[in-house]
């Protein structure tokens, strides 16, 4: 009889584990198919799914690998072999029992299994419910079967070649190591050449088959290291306000006036009624990278005014001089501005395992209005998980990087510049049916600042402004940064004018904001709202806002009523000195950033500086201890609520609104 190789075994292991990965998948969708999914939606969730499975199996591969090579130098052979097949089927029934427990994890809360399971470990109220809920000894029993089958099957496969004495011709075997590892190594990587994310299992309208493409337990392991991110926060810090009192605190941060509130679980969702008659206007917003208020000249910038014709349309729109950022990167003026919700203290939110359930965000708003809902980028849409996200609260189509020629795309760090985005982006909004809303995310103003030739206007500006350049030469160049800031202004003006006849331009609505600041959170944004039709008279508002005040806005202007969790107030209808705009950067936990009146506050632990939010000169803190108060506050509430909010998934609708906790009186 023949022997069996190094490659060919472990090459067979690797198989069988993705087999029973790939009957965990089955299960998961006999038990949550809600009837909803095509057979191309099952298949292509399998496909994607073997991806992820790849993955935790290539990290169980790299333990029997270790364990094989240890057997080569121990004398012992069965007894290590034994031993190595402990190991083994330990690792292995892990893996199917969090899998199979990812599957009935997300019958009850339709998310993906976390590290907020061990918040309740132990706890027999809650594992009593489970067991009145659900057949827990058949549960038992699968896992134990398909890990024993499985188990069963390695030791037959494994066998042989952990016992042999000799192996055969060292060089083949060393090379076929070699290739062992390698394969692994890809394998972890989910077959491709970044680590294997949630959002790359995110590729369809139908939330179900996106999260079937899930391994359970490379869920778990993706939010335990999420964890490790605000791992030394101590969650008593954060509790300022008795739960009364945040109630109550939650619903004087949007007001009660027009809004019926539903739930205590979600203090913010509500029936928002406009009392103004419903509109059927489509809806374009345009998040602009990078696109700060210290070099537009309409804000008072002209040293260079870098965006001369944003500045010259602002004259025929609505445009807020006191426009902040929610934070500091382009996930976060994304999230913030579709689902109007605020940063996250030591998150990187959008790639959280949280943000799998819907918030009640634009999108989803739009759609139940009957909105077909559309978002435009020149780069990777699964970069931080955006697709995924925009997918979960009601976005349905996408263009992206791949839907761009290549010879473009290959020609620019970022992939589509600007004005190859405006103009498909043109394109594809013609064919659309109205009403629509359509969202469209530059990038080209984004270091290292590549831009199409032919708009290039480096070399005049470096003869102007080069002096002020302490990075000339680098992809952080000031100079870059002007060419790249001047051409994202271009780019504005060029789709503006390529649209200005279409039949759909006089019913639409506007919305220009750019995604963060740069250099500060001191540094105010613009928002620019634009009706070509004269529905929104020409004006400056200095009220101050923030990103998440723009869906309660556009819902102001569309009119009728609307349900939503928005943390923010429609600011064309605001008072001066009745809002408040709050910045963080979620790297940072003690430092926080709040805008109110003409205060520009900024707490760091226990220091805090107090300065005029324009000038940045420092001011006298007596006399405002009573402003201070109402700032230190408002930072509190948002600390505390958003922290609940989030472990508890109470972010979004009342009927999906299930913590773990909740089994308790399930």
């Known amino acids: 009889m023949k022997k069996r190789g190094i490659l060919k075994s472990f090459i067979k292991q690797y198989i069988l584990i993705l087999i029973t990965l790939c009957c965990t998948r089955i299960w998961f969708l006999n038990v949550n198919n809600d009837g909803s999914l095509t057979w191309n939606e099952i298949l292509k969730s399998f496909y994607i799914g073997v991806k992820f499975d790849a993955s935790i199996g290539g990290i169980i591969m790299v333990f029997l690998l270790l364990l094989f090579l240890l057997s080569r130098v121990i004398s012992l052979k069965k007894l290590w072999f034994k031993i190595s097949m402990g190991i083994y089927g330990i690792l292995i029934f ?14 009850e809360f339709k998310t993906q299994l976390d590290a907020s399971i061990f918040e309740y470990a132990g706890d027999s109220e809650i594992y009593g419910n489970m067991g009145a809920i659900f057949n827990l000894p058949l549960i038992y029993g699968l896992i134990c079967i398909l890990a024993i089958i499985n188990l069963c099957l390695s030791y037959k496969n494994l066998k042989e070649i952990y016992l042999a004495d000799k192996l055969g011709n060292i060089k083949k075997n060393s090379l076929s190591f070699i290739f062992l590892i390698l394969v692994v190594f890809i394998g972890i990587r989910g077959l491709q050449n970044r680590p294997r994310n949630v959002e790359h299992g995110f590729f369809s309208k139908n939330n179900l088959a996106n999260q079937m493409t899930q391994n359970g337990m490379l869920s778990l392991i993706h939010s335990i290291d999420r964890q490790r991110e605000f791992k030394n926060i101590d969650l008593k810090k954060l509790e300022f306000f008795d739960n009364e009192e945040l109630i109550k605190r939650s619903r004087e941060l949007v007001g009660s006036k027009n809004n019926k509130f ?7 969702l509500r029936i928002t009624d406009t009392k103004k008659p ?14 700060s208020g210290q070099y537009i000249g309409a804000l008072g910038h002209n040293d260079p005014d870098l965006a001369p014709y944003f500045s010259e349309l602002s004259k025929k729109g609505v445009l807020f001089t006191s426009f902040y950022g929610n934070g500091t990167r382009t996930r976060n003026g994304v999230l913030s501005t579709n689902v109007s919700f605020p940063v996250q203290v030591g998150r990187d939110l959008m790639r959280d395992p949280a943000v799998q359930k819907p918030f009640y965000g634009l999108p989803r708003i739009l759609k139940d209005r009957g909105y077909n809902t559309n978002f435009y980028h020149g780069s990777r849409l699964n970069f931080d998980n955006m697709q995924g996200v925009l997918l979960t609260n009601g976005m349905d189509n996408f263009i992206g990087e791949k839907d761009f020629p290549k010879g473009i795309t290959s020609k620019y760090h970022w992939g589509a510049p600007d004005t190859v985005l405006f103009d498909r982006s043109a394109k594809e909004i013609k064919k659309l049916k109205e009403p629509f809303f359509a969202e469209i995310l530059t990038i080209s103003n984004h270091s290292p600042f590549e831009i199409p030739k032919e708009y290039d206007k480096l070399d005049e500006y470096t003869k102007k402004y080069g002096s002020r350049d302490r990075n000339a030469g680098t992809d952080d160049s000031l100079m870059m940064r002007y060419n790249a800031y001047r051409y994202m202004d271009t ?10 006849d279409e039949p759909w331009y006089m019913d639409t609505l506007f919305v220009i904001v750019s995604d963060h600041e740069i250099n500060g959170m001191h540094n105010n944004i613009p928002l620019l709202l634009y009706t070509p039709d004269g529905s929104l008279k020409p004006q400056k508002i200095d009220s101050i806002g923030s990103q998440v005040d723009i869906l309660p806005t556009v819902m102001g202007y569309l009119g009728g009523s609307y349900k939503n969790a928005s943390w923010g107030k429609d600011i064309l209808n605001a008072k001066d000195g009745e809002r408040m705009a709050y910045t963080k ?34 001011l006298d803190s007596k006399g405002k201890e009573n402003d ?26 009342v009927d999906d609104d299930m913590s773990l906790k909740d089994l308790k009186s399930h």
């Open 585 to 618: 950067s979620p790297k940072q936990f003690e430092k926080a950033v709040i805008m109110y009146k003409d205060y520009y506050y900024e707490k760091n632990g226990r220091n805090f500086s107090l300065k005029d939010r324009k000038t940045l000169k420092n």
């Open 262 to 268: 539903l739930s205590d679980q979600n203090p913010l």
């Open 491 to 500: 780019a504005f003006e060029e789709f503006f004018e390529s649209i200005k």
């Open 628 to 653: 201070i108060e109402k700032m230190e506050d408002f930072i509190k509430l948002h600390l505390q609520l958003s922290e609940i909010m989030i472990r508890k998934r109470s972010f979004a609708d």
């Open 278 to 291: 419903l509109k059927d206007k489509n809806v374009v917003l345009i998040i602009a990278e990078s696109l």
């Open 94 to 107: 892990i893996t199917v029992y969090f899998s199979a427990g990812n599957i009935y994890y997300y019958r």
